[in-house]
C-alpha cells in the first residue's frame, strides 16, 4: 500500500459531482445524443465505482499504486465528458 496524495480524494470527488451536474443537464434534453451522452457517462461512472470497490480496501488514505494510477486514468478520461458537448 501507498499513501495517496491528499488532492485525489477531492479530485474524484469533484470530478463526480461535475459528472453528475452534466448528467442532470443530459437527462433534460431530448435529442437522441444526449441519451447517448448520458449512457456514456453513466458507463463512467460505473467505472469508478468498479475502481473504488475493487481497489479502496480501508480508505481513502492508502491505496495500492494499481489503483491509484486507475484513479488517475479515470481523472484524465472522465475530462472529455466535461468538454464534449452535445450542442
Same mark, same amino acid.
Given at each position: 500500500? #501507498?499513501?495517496?496524495?491528499? +488532492?485525489?480524494?477531492? *479530485?474524484?470527488?469533484? *470530478?463526480?459531482? @461535475?459528472?453528475?451536474?452534466?448528467? $442532470?443537464?443530459?437527462?433534460? $434534453? #431530448?435529442?437522441? @445524443? %444526449? %441519451?447517448? %451522452?448520458?449512457?456514456?457517462?453513466? %458507463?463512467? /461512472? ?9 481497489? /479502496?480496501? $480501508? +480508505? ?5 499504486? *494499481?489503483?491509484?494510477? @486507475?484513479?488517475? &486514468? ?6 472529455? &465528458? /466535461?468538454? &464534449?458537448?452535445?450542442?
Amino acid at each position: 500500500m #501507498t499513501t495517496i496524495e491528499p +488532492d485525489l480524494e477531492s *479530485r474524484i470527488n469533484a *470530478r463526480c459531482m @461535475e459528472l453528475s451536474h452534466r448528467l $442532470d443537464e443530459l437527462e433534460a $434534453d #431530448t435529442r437522441l @445524443e %444526449a %441519451a447517448e %451522452a448520458c449512457h456514456r457517462l453513466n %458507463a463512467t /461512472l460505473s467505472e469508478l465505482r468498479h475502481i473504488i470497490k475493487a481497489g /479502496l480496501v $480501508d +480508505d481513502w488514505a492508502t491505496v495500492g499504486s *494499481r489503483v491509484a494510477i @486507475e484513479l488517475h &486514468h479515470w481523472l484524465a478520461t472522465s475530462a472529455a &465528458h /466535461l468538454t &464534449h458537448s452535445t450542442t
